[in-house]
C-alpha cells in the first residue's frame, strides 16, 4: 500500500492520482474519495519523514474533485485549502497554484449557489495571483494540473480568452509526456472543445453567426484531436465524448440527419461517462439540428429535455443557452405570444456579453499588475543581492542602516566575519574555488542568521550579520558561526569575527567600525575565533 510513497514515488503518485481522478470524473467519486482518504491515514508518517511534498498533495487534490464532484462545495474548499497549505510548506510551486486555483473555484460556486454576489476585483486579483504562481519548469503533472484548474477559473468566469491559453499549456505539456500524462492530454483537448462551443454558444446568442461558426470549428477540431489519441484501455470512452462534442460542434453547419445521428449515437456511447451537462448540452444542439432539419415538434422536445436535463447547480451559460434555445424555437414554430419575451431575453444576453467583456478588461489588467509587480520585486531583489553568494550586497546593508538612523533608542549588534587566508585557496585553487569558499560560508550564516537578520557580503572576503539582539547573544552567534564554517570546510579555511553593540543611529558609523576592528584583532590572534568590540568589554566591566 505504501511502496507508491517510497523510492519511485514522483512516477508512482502521479499515476495513482491520475487514476483517482479519472474514476472520481466517471460516477465513481465515493470509491477514489475512500481510497484517497485510506491511502492518506495510511501514508501520514511516511509522506512527513520522507517529505514527499507532491505525492501528499496530489492525494488531497484528488480529495477535492472527489468531494467537488459530489457537490460536497465546502468540504472541496477546505480540501482546495488543504492543498494550498501542503504545497506552500513544502515548498512546491506547481502544487501551491493548483490549491490556490482550486480554492477559488469553489468560493465562486459557493457565492453562486448562495445567491450572494462574489468581489470581482479579489476574485481577479488572487486568479492573477495564482496563474502567476505556476512555474515555467517543474513536475509535469502539478504544472498541467495547475494550468488546469486556472483555466477551468477562467472559463467559468466566461472569460474565455484567458482561459485557453492555460488549457492550450494542459494540452500540449501533456503530450509532451505521453506515457505518463497520455490521458490528460485527452481530457485537456476535450475541455478545449467545450470551451469553444460555449463561446460560441454565447457569440450566436447576440448575433454574432460567423464568429459563433468558427468557434465550433475550433471546438470540432479539438474533439477529433482528442479522438485521434490513444491514451490507456480508457480511451474508448473518452473517444466517445470526443465524438458526441464534435457532432454538438456540427449542429449549425453539418447535414442535420448526419449531425442528429451522431449526436444520438454520442450520448448512447458515453455511458455515465458525461460531466455534468454533457447530456442538457446535447439536447440543445439535437433540438438545433432537428429544427433545421424542418422537424419542429421533435426539436421542441429535445429543447424541453435539453432544460429538464440540466443539473442543479449547472453554470449560467449552459441554463442559459438551454433556456434560450427553447424559447427561441417556440418563437420560430409559430408561438408568437413568446416573442417579447425572447426579444428581452437578446436584450439580456447583449448585456451579459458586455458585462463580460468589463470583466475580461478587469482580469487583464490584473495579470498585467501581477506582472509588473513581481518584475519590479524582482528588479528590487536583484540590486538587493549579491550576485555571488545570493546574500544580500552592500546596497542592502546601506539600506538596512538607513531605516534604522530615525530610531536612536534602539541598539543593534554588528558581527563582521572576515574569511581568514582566501588568498592562499586562489593561488592554490584558483578563483572558482575561492568564489565555492565564498558560496559556503554564505550559506552557513544565512542558516545561523534569524529571519528577522540581514546577511550581506560587503565586498572581497567579507561579510556582515546585522541583526537587532544583545552583544552577549551576538557573542553566541558569532561562535556558532565560526564553529559551523570549521564544521562545513574543514581544515580549508576558517572565519574571524568581530562583534560589536550600539545604537541604531550609528550602525553604518561607529558600530560597524567598532567590529571591523574586533574582527581584525581575531585574525591577529590566529584567525579562526571571536572577539567582541573593546568599547563593549569595557561597558560591561564599568557595569
Same mark, same amino acid.
Given at each position: 500500500?505504501?511502496?507508491?510513497?517510497?523510492?519511485?514515488?514522483?512516477? @508512482?503518485?502521479?499515476?495513482?492520482?491520475?487514476?483517482?481522478?479519472?474514476?472520481?470524473?466517471?460516477?465513481?467519486?465515493?470509491?477514489?474519495?475512500?481510497?484517497?482518504? !485510506?491511502?492518506?491515514?495510511?501514508?501520514?508518517?511516511?509522506?512527513?519523514?520522507?517529505?514527499?511534498?507532491?505525492?501528499?498533495?496530489?492525494?488531497?487534490?484528488?480529495?477535492?474533485?472527489?468531494?467537488?464532484?459530489?457537490?460536497?462545495?465546502?468540504?472541496?474548499?477546505?480540501?482546495?485549502?488543504?492543498?494550498?497549505?501542503?504545497?506552500?510548506?513544502?515548498?512546491?510551486?506547481?502544487?501551491?497554484?493548483?490549491?490556490?486555483?482550486?480554492?477559488?473555484?469553489?468560493?465562486?460556486?459557493? !457565492?453562486?449557489?448562495?445567491?450572494?454576489?462574489?468581489?470581482? #476585483?479579489?476574485?481577479?486579483?488572487?486568479?492573477?495571483?495564482?496563474?502567476?504562481?505556476?512555474?515555467?519548469?517543474?513536475?509535469?503533472?502539478?504544472?498541467?494540473?495547475?494550468?488546469?484548474?486556472?483555466?477551468?477559473?477562467?472559463?467559468?468566469?466566461?472569460?474565455?480568452?484567458?482561459?485557453?491559453?492555460?488549457?492550450?499549456?494542459?494540452?500540449?505539456?501533456?503530450?509532451?509526456?505521453?506515457?505518463?500524462?497520455?490521458?490528460?492530454?485527452?481530457?485537456?483537448?476535450?475541455?478545449?472543445?467545450?470551451?469553444?462551443?460555449?463561446?460560441?454558444?454565447?457569440?450566436?446568442?447576440?448575433?454574432?453567426?460567423?464568429?459563433?461558426?468558427?468557434?465550433?470549428?475550433?471546438?470540432?477540431?479539438? /474533439?477529433?484531436?482528442?479522438?485521434?489519441?490513444?491514451?490507456?484501455?480508457?480511451?474508448?470512452?473518452?473517444?466517445?465524448?470526443?465524438?458526441?462534442?464534435?457532432?454538438? /460542434?456540427?449542429?449549425? %453547419?453539418?447535414?442535420?440527419?448526419?449531425?442528429? =445521428?451522431?449526436?444520438?449515437?454520442?450520448?448512447?456511447?458515453? @455511458?455515465?461517462?458525461?460531466?455534468?451537462?454533457?447530456?442538457?448540452?446535447?439536447?440543445?444542439?439535437?433540438?438545433?439540428?432537428?429544427?433545421?432539419?424542418?422537424?419542429?415538434?421533435?426539436?421542441?422536445?429535445?429543447? +424541453?429535455?435539453?432544460?429538464?436535463?440540466?443539473? =442543479?447547480?449547472?453554470?449560467?451559460?449552459?441554463?442559459?443557452?438551454?433556456?434560450?434555445?427553447?424559447?427561441?424555437?417556440?418563437?420560430?414554430?409559430?408561438?408568437?405570444?413568446?416573442?417579447?419575451?425572447?426579444?428581452?431575453?437578446?436584450?439580456?444576453?447583449?448585456?451579459?456579453?458586455?458585462?463580460?467583456?468589463?470583466?475580461?478588461?478587469?482580469?487583464?489588467?490584473?495579470?498585467?499588475?501581477?506582472?509588473?509587480?513581481?518584475?519590479?520585486?524582482?528588479?528590487?531583489?536583484?540590486?538587493? %543581492?549579491?550576485?555571488? %553568494?545570493?546574500?544580500?550586497?552592500?546596497? /542592502?546593508? #546601506?539600506?538596512?542602516?538607513?531605516? +534604522?538612523?530615525?530610531?536612536?533608542?534602539?541598539?543593534?549588534?554588528?558581527?563582521?566575519?572576515?574569511?581568514?587566508?582566501? =588568498?592562499?585557496?586562489?593561488?592554490?585553487?584558483?578563483?572558482?574555488?575561492?568564489?565555492?569558499?565564498?558560496?559556503?560560508?554564505?550559506?552557513?550564516?544565512?542558516?545561523?542568521?534569524?529571519?528577522?537578520?540581514?546577511?550581506?557580503?560587503?565586498?572581497?572576503?567579507?561579510?556582515?550579520?546585522?541583526?537587532?539582539?544583545?552583544?552577549?547573544?551576538?557573542?553566541?552567534?558569532?561562535?556558532?558561526?565560526?564553529?559551523?564554517?570549521?564544521?562545513?570546510?574543514?581544515?580549508?579555511?576558517?572565519?574571524?569575527?568581530?562583534?560589536?553593540?550600539?545604537? /541604531?543611529?550609528?550602525?553604518?558609523?561607529?558600530?560597524?567600525?567598532?567590529?571591523?576592528?574586533?574582527?581584525?584583532?581575531? =585574525?591577529?590572534?590566529?584567525?579562526?575565533?571571536?572577539?567582541?568590540?573593546?568599547?563593549?568589554?569595557?561597558?560591561?566591566?564599568?557595569?
Amino acid at each position: 500500500m505504501l511502496g507508491w510513497l517510497q523510492g519511485e514515488s514522483l512516477v @508512482n503518485h502521479r499515476a495513482e492520482a491520475i487514476r483517482l481522478l479519472r474514476l472520481a470524473q466517471t460516477g465513481a467519486a465515493r470509491t477514489a474519495l475512500r481510497t484517497a482518504e !485510506s491511502m492518506l491515514a495510511a501514508a501520514d508518517e511516511p509522506i512527513r519523514s520522507t517529505g514527499d511534498v507532491a505525492s501528499c498533495a496530489a492525494l488531497h487534490y484528488v480529495r477535492a474533485v472527489a468531494l467537488h464532484c459530489l457537490g460536497d462545495r465546502d468540504a472541496a474548499l477546505e480540501a482546495g485549502r488543504t492543498v494550498l497549505r501542503i504545497a506552500e510548506s513544502g515548498g512546491d510551486a506547481g502544487w501551491a497554484s493548483v490549491g490556490r486555483a482550486f480554492r477559488l473555484l469553489q468560493a465562486v460556486l459557493l !457565492s453562486e449557489s448562495a445567491s450572494v454576489g462574489s468581489d470581482g #476585483d479579489a476574485l481577479s486579483q488572487e486568479l492573477a495571483w495564482a496563474e502567476a504562481d505556476i512555474p515555467d519548469d517543474g513536475e509535469p503533472f502539478a504544472v498541467v494540473t495547475a494550468h488546469t484548474v486556472v483555466g477551468a477559473c477562467y472559463l467559468h468566469l466566461r472569460l474565455y480568452e484567458l482561459a485557453e491559453p492555460h488549457l492550450l499549456a494542459a494540452a500540449d505539456r501533456s503530450a509532451a509526456h505521453p506515457e505518463a500524462l497520455g490521458l490528460t492530454a485527452v481530457t485537456a483537448r476535450l475541455n478545449l472543445a467545450e470551451l469553444h462551443l460555449g463561446w460560441s454558444v454565447e457569440l450566436r446568442r447576440i448575433g454574432r453567426a460567423d464568429s459563433a461558426a468558427e468557434h465550433s470549428r475550433s471546438a470540432r477540431r479539438h /474533439a477529433d484531436q482528442a479522438a485521434e489519441l490513444n491514451a490507456s484501455e480508457h480511451a474508448a470512452g473518452y473517444r466517445a465524448r470526443a465524438a458526441l462534442l464534435s457532432a454538438c /460542434a456540427e449542429s449549425d %453547419t453539418g447535414e442535420p440527419a448526419a449531425v442528429i =445521428k451522431a449526436i444520438r449515437a454520442g450520448l448512447d456511447r458515453v @455511458n455515465g461517462l458525461a460531466q455534468d451537462g454533457e447530456a442538457a448540452m446535447a439536447w440543445l444542439f439535437e433540438a438545433r439540428a432537428l429544427f433545421r432539419a424542418g422537424e419542429s415538434s421533435a426539436a421542441l422536445e429535445a429543447a +424541453r429535455r435539453a432544460c429538464a436535463e440540466l443539473p =442543479k447547480e449547472a453554470i449560467g451559460t449552459l441554463a442559459a443557452a438551454a433556456f434560450h434555445t427553447r424559447a427561441d424555437l417556440l418563437v420560430r414554430a409559430g408561438h408568437d405570444e413568446r416573442a417579447e419575451i425572447l426579444a428581452y431575453g437578446d436584450h439580456l444576453a447583449q448585456a451579459l456579453w458586455s458585462h463580460r467583456l468589463r470583466a475580461l478588461h478587469l482580469a487583464r489588467s490584473m495579470q498585467v499588475f501581477e506582472r509588473l509587480r513581481r518584475e519590479r520585486d524582482s528588479i528590487r531583489e536583484l540590486a538587493y %543581492t549579491d550576485a555571488l %553568494t545570493g546574500v544580500g550586497n552592500r546596497h /542592502a546593508f #546601506d539600506n538596512w542602516v538607513a531605516m +534604522r538612523a530615525a530610531r536612536p533608542r534602539d541598539w543593534v549588534c554588528l558581527l563582521v566575519v572576515d574569511v581568514d587566508d582566501l =588568498k592562499v585557496v586562489n593561488d592554490a585553487g584558483g578563483h572558482p574555488a575561492g568564489d565555492l569558499i565564498l558560496r559556503s560560508i554564505a550559506t552557513v550564516l544565512a542558516a545561523h542568521a534569524s529571519p528577522d537578520d540581514l546577511v550581506a557580503r560587503l565586498g572581497g572576503d567579507e561579510f556582515v550579520i546585522c541583526s537587532e539582539i544583545s552583544g552577549e547573544g551576538g557573542a553566541e552567534l558569532a561562535q556558532g558561526v565560526v564553529d559551523a564554517v570549521r564544521a562545513a570546510i574543514g581544515d580549508t579555511t576558517s572565519v574571524s569575527v568581530g562583534v560589536a553593540y550600539g545604537p /541604531a543611529s550609528e550602525a553604518g558609523s561607529t558600530v560597524l567600525s567598532r567590529a571591523d576592528l574586533a574582527m581584525y584583532e581575531a =585574525k591577529r590572534d590566529g584567525g579562526g575565533r571571536v572577539r567582541r568590540s573593546l568599547t563593549d568589554l569595557r561597558a560591561l566591566r564599568s557595569g
